[in-house]
Nanobody
Framework: QVQLVESGGGSVQAGGSLRLSCTAS????????MYWFRQAPGKEREGVAG???????RYLDSVQGRFTISRDNAKNTLYLQMNSLKVEDSAMYYC?????????????????WGQGTQVTVSS
């Protein structure tokens, strides 16, 4: 079965950095666009960044210039480098895979999800 396993979350002070990773198995990695979504308590899940197999990336406006999404296709691994973190970036971060490329895609339409990794940014 398909598995997306995230790692790298944690607690950091505002202005700090974290790097999230997501390793995929059970799917043909080249067929999927890969995403990072996040969900804060009481808020809807939102697309943070997405990337095509060939490296074309898209970002949520509020993270543009601070976050970088990348993927290692040889290792079926997705990354999110998060710099200059803000308190409002605190959320559960989810890795996702889908055959369509849209950050605005409703979460319920996403093909596969990871279990999530918590990111907490303190002031």
């Amino acid at each position: 079965q398909v598995q997306l396993v995230e790692s790298g979350g944690g607690s950091v002070q505002a202005g700090g950095s974290l790097r999230l990773s997501c390793t995929a198995s059970g799917l043909t990695y080249s067929n999927y666009f890969m995403y990072w979504f996040r969900q804060a308590p009481g808020k809807e899940r939102e697309g943070v960044a997405g990337i095509s197999f060939y490296g074309t990336a898209r970002y949520l406006d509020s993270v543009q210039g601070r976050f970088t999404i990348s993927r290692d296709n040889a290792k079926n691994t997705l990354y999110l480098q998060m710099n200059s973190l803000k308190v409002e970036d605190s959320a559960m971060y989810y890795c996702a895979a889908d055959r369509q490329f849209s950050l605005e895609m409703p979460p319920k339409q996403i093909d596969y999800w990871g279990q999530g990794t918590q990111v907490t940014v303190s002031s």
